[in-house]
């Protein structure tokens, strides 16, 4: 406030309290106790005493100390009401342009009131003439006086600070160093495992898969069985009816006996795959685009083996539905050039699997249908219960014999369930016919549990 505006205020009120009747020259000296009894005011350290916090609202007359301020103005209770009356807020408006001003009209009679309420008298009269009340530059203490008082210095002293870290302590320095070392802390430990996360990918993408131990020497796939693949099936079979005990015709079979193979398993719906050299042929050409949802296949193939399901038994009327129905007889033939390769391997793994589910496919080699033939996908030939292979035995020392057993007990679980003495005679194409023994190589598929009772 400008000093002009300081004396006229001081000139006005001296005005009003010379124009105040005074009291009676024998009221008492303006003591502490004469405040407490005058004004009801108590000292300081009375005052913090408990049993002076407690209200008494409504049981003492009122003091009519600040009366005219206590009646201006809406009353408290209804002016922080909400505007829709329920909730003390003021209404909503215009925060800069209709909210309600301050209303000072009652300032002078408050005056008043304040004024008739402090004790006067010749005792307790201040010369009001003098620059200093006028400047307003000394405060008053009862009828004197006083010098200006000085107020030190409250900002604290940190270039002097006898405890440093309890300097630090007491400002928000610490948990913004803290925050940001928890922080970093965690940033580092996410950087870390994005590494590991990273690194590991990389180990993962670079990684040569394991080859597969069931997987063939050499490259071939294995798919279902067509009249164009009659010649070499016929060739592979012929070799082994003129050096070998194994087939059961003693003479080469001709490319019409071989079709009549293929037929008869598609007419009986069981499956006939043959393993075929190669690659699988591609779906895709050299910019990723899909050739055909149909697999193309090459128009010459060379097929390695072959493996097919025939009926175990027929009925007189060649019925199929007999008591042998959830039987079959396997047959395996490998071209001599390629055995010990993997192919009757895959081959037999690749038609056992399209017996039965409960099979445990290997699955190591690729396969096509290019038919979507159901026949030849998992289970596509009904239930079937047993397998048997019928392997001819020399009487003495066979040669074929022992790994061959050994090689179908330890891949495919054919276990010898019954040999059959002298039932069966080698071929004359190799000399003098011998007997020989027939061993019964058997396989259980399914268990009688899992059959119909109907079935």
Not at 92 to 112: A, G, L, M, Q, V
Not at 266 to 285: C, N
Not at 362 to 370: E, G, I, L, Q, T
Request: aromatic fraction near 8%; hydrophobic fraction near 35%.
């Amino acid at each position: 406030m400008p000093s002009t505006d300081v004396k006229s205020f001081n000139e006005k009120v001296t005005h009003e309290l010379n124009a105040t009747k005074q009291a009676p020259a024998n009221i008492a000296p303006l003591t502490q106790d004469a405040l407490v009894t005058t004004t009801g005011f108590l000292p300081r350290d009375h005052s913090l005493k408990f049993e002076d916090q407690v209200s008494d609202d409504g049981v003492v007359e009122e003091n009519r100390k600040e009366g005219i301020r206590a009646i201006q103005g809406m009353d408290a209770a209804t002016q922080l009401l909400d505007w829709d009356g329920k909730r003390w807020a003021p209404p909503p408006c215009d925060w800069e342009n209709d909210r309600t001003r301050f209303n000072d009209s009652f300032i002078p009679d408050y005056i008043k009131e304040w004024r008739g309420d402090i004790p006067c008298g010749p005792s307790i009269q201040v010369d009001t003439t003098l620059d200093e009340f006028k400047g307003g530059k000394c405060p008053i203490n009862n009828d004197v006086l006083i010098d200006p008082i000085e107020q030190p210095e409250s900002s604290p002293d940190i270039g002097n600070g006898e405890n440093e870290m309890k300097r630090l302590h007491q400002t928000s320095l610490v948990d913004a160093n803290n925050f940001r070392a928890r922080e970093g802390k965690k940033q580092r430990k996410a950087h870390s495992f994005r590494a590991a996360a990273g690194n590991r990918h990389i180990e993962i993408a670079m990684a040569v898969d394991e080859p597969n131990p069931f997987s063939p020497k050499i490259d071939m796939y294995v798919r279902p069985a067509q009249q164009k693949d009659a010649q070499d099936i016929a060739k592979i079979y012929n070799y082994y009816v003129i050096n070998s005990i194994i087939p059961e015709d003693q003479e080469p079979i001709s490319l019409l006996d071989a079709q009549e193979l293929i037929e008869t398993a598609k007419r009986e719906k069981l499956p006939f795959v043959v393993a075929v050299k190669g690659r699988v042929p591609p779906t895709h050409d050299a910019q990723g685009r899909t050739r055909s949802a149909k697999i193309i296949l090459p128009q010459v193939e060379s097929v390695l083996g072959f493996a097919f399901a025939e009926r175990f038994n027929y009925a007189f009327t060649g019925s199929t539905r007999g008591r042998s129905r959830g039987t079959v007889t396997i047959q395996l033939y490998v071209d001599p050039t390629n055995t010990r390769k993997g192919v009757g391997r895959n081959t037999l793994d690749q038609l056992l699997h399209c017996m039965a589910t409960a099979y445990s496919f290997k699955n190591a080699c690729p396969w096509v249908n290019p038919d979507n033939d159901p026949v030849h996908e998992a289970n596509g030939c009904g239930l079937i219960h047993q397998m048997i292979m019928m392997v001819p035995v020399l009487k003495k020392d066979d040669p074929t014999f022992p790994w061959l057993s050994n090689f179908l007990y330890n891949k495919f679980w054919f276990k010898e369930e019954n040999r059959m003495k002298s039932v069966a005679r080698s071929s004359i194409l190799q000399g003098t016919g011998r007997m020989l023994d027939i061993a019964v190589l058997q396989c259980e598929l399914l268990h009688e549990g899992e059959f119909d009772a109907f079935f």
